[in-house]
């Protein structure tokens, strides 16, 4: 049998996309309307806002420990987190966590290299983008890191919480964030990574000038993979 995947929420949307795509594409690998045993928890989202801003780590890493210890009640037997922003705590989370973690950034930088990128641009919440999570894991890898000019990073964000987070999407807003994707073209950047688990309902490649790497759906499938192996 597949392990048993626990994902720890944060935002709905962007969980319910992770959580849809084990789901739609679990068939491909297991069998016809197949897929591992799924459990998510989430505490209200307004916890780890209020960590966030007061650039509370040890408080979101709590959080993070409290679903951790709910899944494995359930039965989990190892876990991810769709919520790029959130891993800035993952320090203080893995060694008191009662189940072994895939880290987001990592899934994502193991598929940059892959790809054979050497210079990203870092889309996402202000918290994430201003954080360390993306340019150490991708650093490691001898993979530049490269971040939105301020303006840029205040307006994404302010997608993300506004808009994205809520489902309140506005016309317009994908052309502003595609607008970003094409000056970090222009800095000389060759991929983007789409570092918020929302971006990738509005971004892909189709609609972008860079190639994306959509986070959500990349731990989806390592998580899968994981599962089944």
Known sequence: MPLHIGIVGCSAEGAALCYRTICSEGPSLIGPHAHPEVSLHTPSFAEYVRCLDAGDLQGVAALMLASAGVLAAAGAH??????????????????????????????????????????LGIMGTRWLVNSRVYPDALEARGIAAVRPDAPDIAEVH??????????????????????????????GCDAVVLGCTELPIVLDDRNCSLPTLDSTRLLARAALRKAVA
């Open 78 to 119: 190892f876990l991810i987190c769709p919520d790029n922003t959130i891993h800035q705590a993952f320090g203080h989370v893995v060694e008191a966590s009662p189940l072994p973690w895939l880290h987001i950034a990592e899934v994502v930088a193991t598929q940059a290299q892959a790809r054979g990128y050497a210079r």
């Open 158 to 187: 302010r997608i993300i919480m506004e808009e994205l987070v809520p489902n309140r999407f506005r016309t317009g807003s994908t052309d502003r964030l595609r607008a970003v994707v094409d000056r970090l073209r222009d800095s």
